[in-house]
């Protein structure tokens, strides 16, 4: 930005926020144009933005002038440049030129005035104020100078405002907004500084956080990402806390009858900032309550009027944006406190990514959020205090408690980053992303757990859940490029199972969701045998008691955590296909599997042969298990009804007999899921033979069939899937098990209904896809990082099937 546009108006030093908009970035810079904005052109919106004014870029030229700062600002800068002074010896020496630099009288005056107005309307003598920087050069497309600068909170009284203002100034000379603008190419003195000074919003009594108008690490563009914490925001925005976290599907929102919440995750929350209690300390820290550790910051609605919220501010602006809101906890109110462009995602193609794979297992070591969706290997370089920053060696992994803007330097020159505490939405995990490094932010752990110099393989491409493997582990990398991928008539779907890992997928132009295995969920997130959170007094071992208490804590009825954790958790995985289907197969576990769960051993018994035990069907309209199959109702009723995913399909599983098919469907009925009624659609796995046998009168009570392809070849060939001994055996091409696919596909059609197929046959055997082609089935659902090298086979497939009828027709026509 240049000093000419800065100084269009140079008798205005001060202008109220409501005032401005985005066409005075010049003069405001962007964090203060832009909340200018919001006030004017969203408050139809609902959106509240606390009142305030902004020095000018104006008034930050007439201080630099009055003081003679630019040449020696300037000659700081030159011998750091030629090696003469370090960065930290530039950035001192110039920052002491602004402390010790006075306002000229017409400034002061100006922002004392203004302050007296901002007091008067308040109707308070002294009102507390945030005080803010923002930068000309701030909040651009194309790069994020947030946290780069200042903020100074709870500052009282007209003497503490200038002062804080003029240490605004200042900052615009950290060390790290030095080398970022180095790093950039930004003139440092071609960027001027406004300072915005708004009302304090009582968020030191209430909460505050971070949200996103896209997801921040998959690029997914149909959430809001809200964090959330107790007291002042800048627990979250430096990472020192980790926060909640919710997510909200945003194509739903507009509709009243839903509340599409579609993740809350209770953050650790450990400490808030609060206002001080005289002396110099504006703010201090304090440890929070077992209460507050335990419990979520917002409740829906007021996560769904931020993410209202973030849905407007992204429509006016044209793009995702990255906010800070605040809730003042004396009146209950919301506030927005910054917008600004989302700056990493919006910069990425939506038409091509990198898939990373990790070839090999390995010891987990750290566990925390991930940031970025890549892998990296190097020495953990594990630094504990930024006094010894300068000790980090480049290339290596930067292991650290938290990091703040003073970290940058290094940061830039690290091959991943850990660390103890922050979350999505901290500092490291920001900076992270706009570098492109992958981190593991908030392991609680790391430092004490890693030791300085140990071996490490960081992984960012399994889901949420990033994790530090012992060793420098193989991995490879995919590109894909979407636009390349051949178009087929054969609805390709995938399988998803983890809703950590739904999002990653988004960019596939997949058909929808072929499987999405409900057991994954309850073995993973859940964690609880589902009756024993029906009769948590039946089990017997105190510590599994306690487990399940301590898991259920934040919920009234231990029934509802299990249908809560359930439906946010399929409609994660329905939201990036929504409105393709998502085909959600009821709960499948083995005896064997279900008594592992929390609780489980109270209610299964041991069998001789669980894989043709008491599964699937057979346990739902059971006495054994019927009240844990309400629940699994309960929370399909919740997704498609409460949260508005219509697009979910239940399927079947297991299901051996007509007459057990008509009793499933009748206990899915008692328990609110009816066939039919507000659009449900109900598939039946097609994996028994008698499925096959009797496909006409199975094809009267469900609307889709999908073949399961391992039971099926297990039970056509009576060989144990699981057996090392007879794997040679186990064959899904063998002749008998393709008659009985082909079998399945025709009289599927024959009764007017769809069928498709889920499995990995497809995607390794190439003639069984062009059979499957052949028997014209609808759609063939693979595991996601098949899904790209299955579907040239699968259009290659198509292409030789048209060959073969079009030479039939030939030699017919001759």
Known sequence: MSAAAETLAPDINVKWIEDTGIADIPSVGGKNASLGELSRALQSAGVRVPEGFATTAAAYRAFLAANNLEPRIRKHIEDQRAGRSTLREAGASIRELFLQATFPGDIADDVQEHYRTLCHRAGQAQTAVAVRSSATAEDLPDASFAGQQETFLNVAGERAVLDACRRCYASLFTDRAISYREMKGYDHLDVALSVGVQRMVRSDLGASGVMFSIDTESGFPGVVVISAAWGLGETVVQGTINPDKYQVFKPLLADQRFSPVIEREVGAKERK????????ARTRMVETSEREQRSLVLDDQEILQLARWATAVEDHYGRPMDMEWARDGLTGELFMVQARPETV????????????????????LATGAAIGDSIARGQACVIRDAKDIESFVDGSVLVTRMTDPDWVPVMK???????DHGGPTSHAAIVSRELGVPAVVGTRNATEALSDGVQVTLSCAEGEEGRVYEGLLEFSVEEVDMETLPATRTGIMINIASPAAAFKW???????????RMEFIINNLIRIHPMALV???????????????????????PQEYFIDVLATGIAKIAAPFHPKPVIVRLSDF??????????????????????????????????????GFALECRALKRVREQLGFGNVIVMVPFCRTVREADQVIKAMEEHGLVRGAEGLQVYMMCEIPSNVVLAEEFAKRFDGFSIGSNDLTQLVLGVDRDSEELAGLFDERDPAVMSMIAQAISKAHAAGIKIGICGQGPSNHPDLAEFLVNQGIDSVSLNPDTYVRTLPVISAAEAAADAHAAGHVRRAAT
């Open 273 to 280: 900032m609060v206002y001080g209690q005289g002396g110099d």
């Open 345 to 364: 995602q919006a910069r990425r193609s939506t038409s091509t990514f990198k898939a990373y794979h990790l070839e090999q297992p390995g010891r987990v």
């Open 413 to 419: 020159k690290a091959a991943g980053i850990i660390t």
């Open 506 to 516: 988004w960019r596939l132009p997949a058909a929808g969701v072929g499987l999405a």
């Open 535 to 557: 009769h948590p007094e039946r089990v017997a071992d105190p510590e599994e008691a306690a487990l399940i208490r301590q898991l259920t804590s934040g919920y009234r009825d």
């Open 590 to 627: 083995k005896s064997n599997e279900y008594s592992h769960l929390i609780g489980g051993s109270a209610f299964e018994r041991p069998e001789e042969n669980p894989m043709l035990g008491f599964r699937g069907a057979s346990r739902y309209y059971s006495s054994q298990y019927r009240e």
